[in-house]
């Protein structure tokens, strides 16, 4: 445990509806959850003012699938003023290739060339795009890189409505470019712009290449995102108002972390930067707040990762990190400390997000050396992958992550490999723990446990086992599920019921007590799991009580501290959004 985090501690909008609205839902566990609190904190002025200016102007036209405003941002030079509108016959600003990867829902979407791009005067957009994954179940596509050409002057921004699904119905004579007979020439203030007849569906180009970081971003609202569950279940931030205090909080100590998080380096031996998966963590803050400076945040995090924490075979087939020894092949199991630090979760993140090759390469190179390295890790002296949780936890987002790119046979059939040996070894006990000898894991933290338990570990297996469920429809996660929610309600609790004990099963040292209640927010997104997969609520007041403690308790000074309370607690708010869904409870069918 952290000397620092041992420390006791002292005890204890107005929301852009119509933009909300112009991004339907795509299933109904995605939804609001009932107002229980005061309203979430307010949107950045500047994105605000934008959003309000164009709300109107924004919102689709009926189409026959599905619309989603798609907004662009010259924010190469953020602190600049957008830039009056020039005389007539001015120079334009330069056109660049502007990219965009856009999440669909699983089902949402299967064919590329029914994506359609309009300007906020309606008119078409040429468009090319390819798809970027699919999701495994039905084969639908999963994100899609979208490519156009567009001038924006610094500090610019413009609103685009993308249409999905059937083209609307068209005359043959009618032209992509031009408004039906009798529309108007542009929409008013207030307005809906009107979509041109026959738009031009987008080209498909398997070549396409993203420019995620060129001067104009494009971002979709935090709605979409959720709705898409691209990265998981998600709550928009602005929707959060059961939990105002976590979102006022985490923003704060990331604006006020001192050293700052981009100051600190890789570290092989103390608590490093990416501790948690700090791509991962600041994808998932983006992904619920939907605005260009998150995204570009949380971009250089990705691209930091790669460019110093991941070491590749010379044939870039296979990557490590960093930490791991040089000489390094797939016959010796890879160390403990370098399962923890291949963030497979936040390189996928960055590939649907992004569509950069670079992310994809990543995650494809450290999946297959974990898949080559499993005969090591399980079938030597001891089965390494079952010592914790935890490093169950790191190889299954791995491969999963691996799989979700490149579905093929032999990676499923070793992803349920990993999912049968978490299986059996929680069946080995009674306890609904995954029960292991804690002195092996961390002789510092428990000089005698043969059988116990650590719940934060098992949060992250846990969150492991809905990725690989969302992928592959594994009916015993609901089970698997069930049992870890049960231990850790029941079993591994502290007295007082404000925390989750450090350990569980220690015979030295019981842990009952709340000096570490600020790990509960990574630990209760368990009992939104349990929820979702079972669709009884007792899962989610259990975890509400949980999370008010860990919202008062929460200690973010660190990299790592701000990782491990950002990187899940929006999943269990998009578990427990399905609250205002109740019919759908228990059929949540996407994770990752």
């Keep these: 445990?952290?000397?620092?985090?041992?420390?006791?501690?002292?005890?204890?909008?107005?929301?852009?509806?119509?933009?909300?609205?112009?991004?339907?839902?795509?299933?109904?566990?995605?939804?609001?959850?009932?107002?229980?609190?005061?309203?979430?904190?307010?949107?950045?002025?500047?994105?605000?003012?934008?959003?309000?200016?164009?709300?109107?102007?924004?919102?689709?036209?009926?189409?026959?699938?599905?619309?989603?405003?798609?907004?662009?941002?010259?924010?190469?030079?953020?602190?600049?003023?957008?830039?009056?509108?020039?005389?007539?016959?001015?120079?334009?600003?330069?056109?660049?290739?502007?990219?965009?990867?856009?999440?669909?829902?699983?089902?949402?979407?299967?064919?590329?060339?029914?994506?359609?791009?309009?300007?906020?005067?309606?008119?078409?957009?040429?468009?090319?795009?390819?798809?970027?994954?699919?999701?495994?179940?039905?084969?639908?596509?999963?994100?899609?890189?979208?490519?156009?050409?567009?001038?924006?002057?610094?500090?610019?921004?413009?609103?685009?409505?993308?249409?999905?699904?059937?083209?609307?119905?068209?005359?043959?004579?009618?032209?992509?470019?031009?408004?039906?007979?009798?529309?108007?020439?542009?929409?008013?203030?207030?307005?809906?712009?009107?979509?041109?007849?026959?738009?031009?569906?987008?080209?498909?180009?398997?070549?396409?290449?993203?420019?995620?970081?060129?001067?104009?971003?494009?971002?979709?609202?935090?709605?979409?995102?959720?709705?898409?569950?691209?990265?998981?279940?998600?709550?928009?931030?602005?929707?959060?108002?059961?939990?105002?205090g976590f979102e006022s909080g985490i923003e704060r100590a990331l604006a006020r972390m001192t050293p700052a998080y981009d100051a600190y380096g890789v570290s092989c031996a103390g608590a490093h930067r990416t501790y948690y998966d700090g791509p991962h963590a600041l994808y998932q803050r983006f992904l619920r707040n939907g605005d260009a400076a998150r995204y570009r945040r949380a971009r250089a995090e990705a691209v930091w990762y790669r460019q110093h924490e991941l070491r590749f075979s010379p044939d870039r087939r296979l990557a490590v990190h960093v930490c791991e020894r040089e000489d390094w092949t797939p016959?010796?199991?890879?160390?403990?400390?370098?399962?923890?630090?291949?963030?497979?979760?936040?390189?996928?993140?960055?590939?649907?997000?992004?569509?950069?090759?670079?992310?994809?390469?990543?995650?494809l190179a450290m999946g297959e050396a974990l898949r080559l390295n499993l005969p090591a890790l399980t079938g030597g002296k001891e089965d390494v992958l079952r010592a914790t949780e935890r490093n169950m936890a790191w190889a299954m987002m791995t491969l999963s992550s691996y799989y979700a790119l490149d579905p093929r046979p032999?990676?499923?059939?070793?992803?349920?490999?990993?999912?049968?040996?978490?299986?059996?070894?929680?069946?080995?006990?009674?306890?609904?723990?995954?029960?292991?000898?804690?002195?092996?894991?961390?002789?510092?933290?428990?000089?005698?446990?043969?059988?116990?338990?650590?719940?934060?570990?098992?949060?992250?297996?846990?969150?492991?086992?809905?990725?690989?469920?969302?992928?592959?429809?594994?009916?015993?996660?609901?089970?698997?599920?069930?049992?870890?929610a049960g231990w850790l309600a029941e079993r591994a609790i502290t007295s007082d019921r404000r925390a989750l004990r450090y350990l569980w099963g220690c015979e030295t040292d019981a842990y009952d007590d709340s000096g570490t209640a600020d790990l509960n927010l990574l630990i209760v997104p368990v009992f939104g799991a349990a929820y979702a997969l079972t669709g009884d609520p007792r899962w989610i007041d259990v975890g509400d009580a949980l999370a008010d403690v860990g919202v008062k308790e929460m200690w973010v000074k660190q990299p790592k501290h701000w990782n491990q309370a950002m990187r899940a607690f929006g999943r269990y708010l998009g578990y427990r959004a399905a609250l205002a869904a109740p019919a759908t409870a228990g059929r949540l069918s996407a994770g990752r």
Aim: glycine fraction near 8%; proline fraction near 14%.
């Design 1 to 244: 445990m952290d000397a620092q985090r041992a420390k006791a501690r002292p005890g204890p909008r107005r929301p852009l509806a119509a933009l909300l609205l112009a991004a339907p839902l795509l299933c109904a566990g995605c939804g609001r959850p009932p107002a229980r609190g005061p309203a979430a904190r307010r949107v950045e002025p500047r994105v605000r003012a934008v959003l309000e200016a164009h709300v109107a102007a924004a919102r689709p036209a009926a189409s026959a699938e599905g619309s989603v405003p798609l907004l662009l941002v010259a924010d190469a030079a953020p602190s600049e003023p957008a830039p009056a509108k020039g005389p007539p016959g001015a120079t334009p600003p330069p056109e660049v290739a502007v990219s965009a990867a856009v999440p669909f829902a699983p089902g949402a979407l299967r064919d590329i060339r029914l994506i359609r791009l309009r300007d906020g005067r309606g008119a078409a957009v040429p468009l090319r795009a390819k798809p970027l994954a699919v999701w495994p179940g039905d084969r639908s596509i999963r994100s899609a890189l979208l490519v156009v050409r567009a001038g924006l002057a610094p500090g610019e921004r413009a609103i685009y409505t993308l249409d999905f699904g059937a083209p609307p119905p068209a005359s043959p004579s009618q032209r992509a470019d031009r408004p039906a007979p009798g529309a108007p020439e542009a929409p008013r203030l207030g307005q809906s712009p009107l979509p041109s007849q026959a738009s031009p569906a987008a080209v498909l180009d398997e070549s396409l290449l993203p420019n995620p970081d060129g001067p104009i971003t494009a971002v979709l609202p935090p709605s979409w995102y959720a709705a898409s569950q691209v990265c998981g279940p998600q709550l928009p931030a602005i929707d959060d108002r059961r939990f105002p």
């Design 331 to 363: 016959a010796a199991p890879l160390s403990w400390q370098v399962l923890r630090r291949m963030l497979g979760q936040g390189m996928l993140d960055d590939y649907l997000l992004t569509g950069d090759p670079a992310a994809r390469e990543a995650v």
């Design 410 to 484: 032999e990676l499923l059939a070793a992803l349920r490999g990993l999912a049968d040996r978490t299986v059996a070894w929680q069946r080995q006990g009674a306890s609904g723990a995954f029960e292991h000898d804690l002195h092996r894991a961390d002789p510092s933290e428990c000089e005698r446990g043969p059988r116990g338990g650590s719940p934060f570990m098992t949060a992250l297996l846990v969150d492991a086992l809905m990725d690989y469920r969302a992928l592959t429809g594994d009916p015993r996660v609901r089970g698997v599920v069930a049992r870890a």
